[in-house]
């Protein structure tokens, strides 16, 4: 069946990096557009970033991440690995979440498919 | 950035009550606007996309309305699986910003 599987999450210091991945099974990965969500303990949905169907590498001076990441955070994808990677730098305790992978359906940009998230903590 | 204001942030309601929730976009979207359902320690649901189409599987119960750019999620007979987090998430342009969501809640 249709599946995203994130991995990758932990707890860092302030200042460090860590890299999610997340697997997808079941449906043709290279036909959409797939993007990252997170949400904080307690709080509300916050959208990170997305990628295109075919880009393999996104500049940071490209509009397709948050505000509160920008330059920071570098979302990427292995098409031929059927697989979405967020690279996070610097990281902050703000940044303390449950990130989500989440595929782009064909309906107006929804996010229909959803992972079951990973814990990333950061904390000295 | 496009703000989304949801309202109410939280309201109370018995089993099959009527419930509607409301989105405004600061600037407009189109019908760029989807409904999600979260439950505790789950990860969200795409209830409807595109202001008012029903996602597959979904019930008939919820249904999606737009009207400029107010947008309202409305579930026409409360059920207790219903009983959940509901965000509204515009995708019109990045950053692709959420409500801060409305708790469903029993009374």
């Known amino acids: 069946q249709v599946q995203l599987v994130e991995s990758g999450g932990g707890m860092v210091k302030p200042g460090g990096s860590l890299r999610l991945s997340c697997a997808a099974s079941g449906f043709t990965f290279s036909d959409y557009y797939m993007g990252w969500i997170r949400q904080a303990p307690g709080k509300g949905l916050e959208w990170v970033s997305y990628i295109s169907s075919t880009s393999t590498t996104i500049n940071y001076a490209d509009s397709v991440y948050a505000d509160s990441v920008r330059g920071r955070f570098a979302i990427s994808r292995d098409n031929a690995k059927n697989s979405l990677y967020l690279q996070m730098n610097s990281l902050r305790a703000e940044d303390t979440a449950v990130y989500y992978c989440?595929?782009?359906?064909?309906?107006?940009?929804?996010?229909?498919?959803w992972g079951q998230g990973t814990t990333v903590t950061v904390s000295s | 950035d496009i703000q989304m204001t949801q309202s109410p942030s939280s309201l109370s309601a018995s089993v099959g009550d009527r419930v509607t929730i409301t989105c405004r976009a600061s600037?407009?979207?189109?019908?760029?606007l989807h409904w999600y359902q979260q439950k505790p320690g789950k990860a969200p649901k795409l209830l409807i996309y595109a202001a008012s189409i029903l996602q597959s599987g979904v019930p008939s119960r919820f249904s999606g309305n737009r009207s400029g750019t107010d947008f309202t999620l409305t579930i026409s007979s409360l059920q207790p699986e219903d009983f959940a987090t509901y965000y509204c998430q515009q995708t019109y342009i990045t950053p692709r910003t959420f409500g801060q969501g409305t708790k469903v809640e029993i009374k």
């Open positions: 600037q407009t979207i189109s019908s760029y």
């Open positions: 989440a595929r782009e359906g064909r309906g107006y940009s929804s996010m229909d498919v």
